[in-house]
């Protein structure tokens, strides 16, 4: 018998120790059963197991008894069981506008305390300055309200100044000057 | 054991329960609590936390008792409540403590000395071999796995039909013909020269 066919021996031959076949598989094992002295072995190992489990993993007597049992549980039915929390929130409507008022705030708070910060001033010469060869400096003025930028490229020979104003406005002007180096 | 009441009986008490009579519960605790222990006893291993198990699992089931829709029977439906509580509550006291097979000397029996043989005179050589051969046994249980180990003692033990195991370890009836057929193999195969 290949291992297969053992195998399905041997779940039959358990199948019909627990009396769960058919009348026509049953009759199958009982066939088999008679005719093969190993099969029978088998079924009386799994019997003596199932009995060895009986006495070491069954209880003999149950305490304690019924009626003892019920009183000790009948209290504990009678007490009411916290519910779920987001039953207490549907079921007590003054709580979900509480929470959804905490929640309304605490975004409200968060976009205010995001407006409060400055916004970058605009830095040009920055981004001239990382450029090779290039100097970027700025020039104290006697002028009130303006900035004097100066911009000088060798590679270019060109010298450029910014003078920075802010008008009535508020908006910024520049005004520029280039000069090129001769000779 | 109290021989089992017929299906109608216990829908009864259920419905009356379900419409919120307390006192309804109190036939079907008494008709199912003893096996209830027994279930819990076979995974839990003493007596006392058995009860505790049981205990919580009937008040669990009563709260849930409107959930129970009839399409299997309240005993399965509730077997299967007090299984999966004896199983937490394993897990949860292994995770606190190291179990070992010495600590069955605690429960009420102990696999050396099975409460059947332990005063038989008639045989002593016998009742050795059977001692013996029971803390093989424990050994041997103890290498299956949970899933392989329980079903074989809700089968052996507690004798539950297949189709109850299936309901109550919530798995397909394959798997628990599956689970059992490879749970007996391998302790036939480990305690072979004992049997």
Known sequence: MNEQQDEQTDRLLQAWLDGELSEEQRAQAESLLASNEEHRQRVEAYEKIGASLRRTRGLERVEPSADKFWNRLRPQLSRPSAPPWWRVLWLRPAYSLALAGAAAAVILVALWVGTLKEPPVPQPAATLASEPGCLVDFIETEVEDATLVAYHSEQDDLTVLWLFTDNDEGATGAHSSTERQSG | ?195
């Open chain 2, 1 to 195: 054991m109290q021989k089992a009441r017929p299906v109608d009986e216990d829908q009864q008490w259920v419905e009356r329960c379900q419409a919120g009579d307390l006192d309804a519960f109190e036939p079907l605790v008494k008709q199912h609590y003893e096996r209830a222990v027994r279930i819990a006893y076979g995974v839990v291993r003493r007596q006392e936390d058995a009860v505790d198990v049981a205990q919580n699992a009937f008040l669990k089931a009563y709260q849930k008792i409107s959930d129970f829709s009839g399409r299997s029977r309240f005993s399965t439906w509730l077997y299967r409540i007090v299984f999966n509580q004896a199983l937490d509550y394993k897990r949860k006291r292994d995770r606190r403590k190291v179990v070992s097979l010495d600590t069955s000397e605690e429960d009420g029996q102990h696999p050396r000395e099975p409460a059947a043989l332990v005063d038989s005179a008639e045989n002593p050589r016998e009742a050795a071999y059977a001692g013996e051969m029971e803390a093989q046994l424990e050994r041997a249980l103890e290498t299956l796995s949970e899933e392989h180990r329980q079903v074989l003692i809700l089968r052996e033990v507690q004798g539950l039909s297949y189709e109850e195991i299936a309901e109550i370890a919530q798995c397909p009836l394959g798997t628990v013909m599956s689970r059992l057929h490879h749970a007996r193999r391998a302790l036939r195969e480990t305690l072979a020269q004992w049997l």
